[in-house]
């Protein structure tokens, strides 16, 4: 099958946040924003589409991981190597759990299932070494799942909530795993994207109500969408080099929003890309599904 390639001029900027590092973008449909990270400048974003009103708040950390919406309005935000309860009317944090130690990682990419359990992972602070780890948070308590990971990146749930995709980063594929809702438990990993003959780099994903899988390829300047069986049928070129993450938004969940990085980009780079790190958006090309929320 011959993929569809969206038109550049498709795209606009959203915020133009100018994010060393932009990730985790999530639409909370009950305060009408996208939320998202910057991890190097350790700041929690929010963006109203409503007024066009972009806020951002510092946190006291080296790496500010990625975040995750909860049953009562708050965030989880993950500094470091801890995942902390941020409150939503107060501004107040507090610690959850400390969900590894010992070893010179960070937590990155997580995602939260239809239980309200996250799932989290740990990735090698210098990007070579398979120090990391796959976690799943229920409450308070901390499950390690599997290890061997170099970077966690692009942790999704299939609609029908039987499939769990799963990303590293460097070592360049992306695996689906048969994953059992009431249990919480997966089962054998399948190999469901392979660029390790290539070295491109698999980042953030999301899935859409068809069963779709998004996902951001970090230093290679799109977003592609897989069918369930692993098939590209959609190409998004982008204006910036190094997209992140993406996610579904709007009421309708028919805007797609993209963060993304000015990491790694020389200065001449910088110069010809004005968009990197911006805020992206592209709309209807496809339908998303509302965020699980963390209990």
Request: hydrophobic share 35%.
């Amino acid at each position: 099958m011959t993929a569809r390639i969206i038109a550049a001029d498709r795209v606009e900027i959203a915020v133009p946040a100018g994010d060393v590092l932009g990730e985790t973008p999530l639409w909370c449909g009950r305060s009408g924003k996208l939320w998202w990270i910057d991890i190097d400048r350790q700041l929690h974003q929010s963006f109203d589409p409503a007024t066009g009103a972009h806020e951002t708040v510092h946190h006291d950390c080296r790496f500010l991981g990625s975040q995750a919406l909860t049953s009562d309005g708050a965030h989880i935000l993950a500094q470091d190597l801890s995942l902390f309860r941020r409150d939503a009317a107060s501004g107040l944090t507090s610690r959850l759990c400390e969900v590894e130690t010992g070893l010179d990682n960070r937590l990155n990419d997580g995602r939260v299932d239809a239980r309200g359990r996250l799932w989290i992972g740990t990735m090698d602070n210098e990007l070579h070494r398979p120090n990391g780890a796959l976690y799943r948070v229920d409450g308070g308590a901390v499950a390690r799942m599997f290890g061997d990971v170099i970077v966690t990146n692009g942790i999704a749930f299939s609609p029908d909530n039987r499939t769990l995709y799963f990303t590293d980063t460097r070592r360049y594929r992306t695996w689906s795993f048969d994953f059992d809702l009431d249990d919480g438990t997966i089962g054998d990993r399948k190999l469901f994207a392979d660029y390790a003959a290539s070295g491109e780099r698999p980042d953030g994903a999301c899935v859409d109500v068809d069963g779709g899988l998004w996902t951001a390829f970090f230093s290679g300047g799109r977003v592609v969408r897989y069918r369930p069986d692993g098939r590209i049928d959609t190409i998004v070129p982008l204006p910036v080099t190094n997209p992140t993450c993406v996610c579904f938004g709007g009421n309708d969940y028919k805007t797609m929003f993209v963060t993304s990085a000015r990491k790694f980009l020389d200065t001449g780079q910088l110069s010809s890309e004005p968009e990197a790190g911006h805020l992206l958006a592209i709309d209807g090309l496809a339908q998303g599904l509302p965020e699980h929320r963390f209990m």
